[in-house]
Structures are given as C-alpha cells and as structure tokens.
C-alpha cells in the first residue's frame, strides 16, 4: 500500500506510513449526506403507503364473509351461549 503523501511503499494493513506517519488506510469514497438521506425515507414511506392501501383494497376484494367487519351470532355460537339458533 503506497501512502498518498510521500510514495512510501508500506505493508498491506499498516495503519500509518513508516516515512511520514500519515494515516494511509483508505477512507470511504462516498459519504451520504442529509438529501440522500431524505430521498431514501421519503421513498420508504410512499413505498408503506402505496403498500398500506394496495393491501386494503385487496383485502376489501374478499368474498363474504370474510369482508365483514361484524360477525354474525349464527357463525360464531360459541361466543353467544344464550342465544342459540332456532332450528
């Protein structure tokens, strides 16, 4: 690994050049800043919208009664114990 001050040639993994004591491990070549960190949360969140609503009308497409939001007492009896079904 050559440090990018003075050319010295220096083991693969030293932290620091043995002619001029620079730091030669490599640093990142891109660092995220605060836009892209917007654009990216702004997307995940359309995503879980559009998700949110796509799965309601999907789950409103359900045939009955599965659609329902109240059960009837004649498919649950179980739950109404007093009430029981004329036959």
Request: net charge positive; glycine share 4%.
């Amino acid at each position: 690994m050559k440090c990018p001050s003075c050319g010295q040639e220096n083991k693969t993994g030293t932290r620091l050049c043995k002619k001029c004591g620079r730091d030669v491990t490599l640093a990142p070549s891109w660092f995220p800043g605060w836009k892209w960190h917007l654009k990216t949360l702004a997307v995940i969140y359309a995503a879980l919208v559009v998700v949110f609503f796509a799965a309601h009308w999907l789950l409103r497409k359900l045939p009955p009664p599965y659609n329902m939001r109240t059960i009837p007492a004649e498919l649950t009896p179980w739950l109404y114990p007093h009430k029981t079904p004329a036959p």
